[in-house]
């Protein structure tokens, strides 16, 4: 079984930064691409992001483009969200994803595994 585990989350001011990790164990990590979703209160969950398995290929939610970037690191079963140029509508909790696919995918239907979550709060 594969577990995904979030950190970095926490207060942050508008225009400040965060750097979310993820730590997967198990083999399935470094042959899938994974990503990052979030959940506002009373929102669906929305994609913001993901990375093919090489790491040559990233797709980013249109509201994130320029400001956020992902990166993983096949060898320590890490990937990383880096947020700058944070604005109150970023406050949502992050989810980590590792999906069913090998390239970069946007559908949570393609979801294989979730993370529990990381709660980023951005104040105004």
């Known amino acids: 079984q594969v577990q995904l585990v979030e950190s970095g989350g926490g207060l942050v001011q508008a225009g400040g930064s965060l750097r979310l990790s993820c730590e997967a164990s198990?083999?399935?990590?470094?042959?899938?691409?994974v990503g990052w979703f979030r959940q506002a209160p009373g929102k669906e969950r929305e994609f913001v992001t993901s990375?093919?398995?090489?790491?040559?290929?990233?797709y980013y939610a249109d509201s994130v483009k320029g400001r956020f970037t992902i990166s993983r690191d096949n060898a320590k079963n890490m990937v990383y969200l880096q947020m700058n140029s944070l604005k109150p509508e970023d406050t949502a909790v992050y989810y980590c994803?590792?999906?069913?696919?090998?390239?970069?995918?946007?559908?949570?239907?393609?979801?294989?595994?979730w993370g529990q979550g990381t709660q980023v709060t951005v104040s105004s």
């Open positions: 994803a590792i999906f069913s696919v090998l390239n970069v995918v946007s559908a949570p239907g393609l979801v294989k595994y």
């Open positions: 198990g083999r399935t990590f470094s042959s899938h691409a």
């Open positions: 990375v093919s398995w090489t790491g040559g290929s990233t």
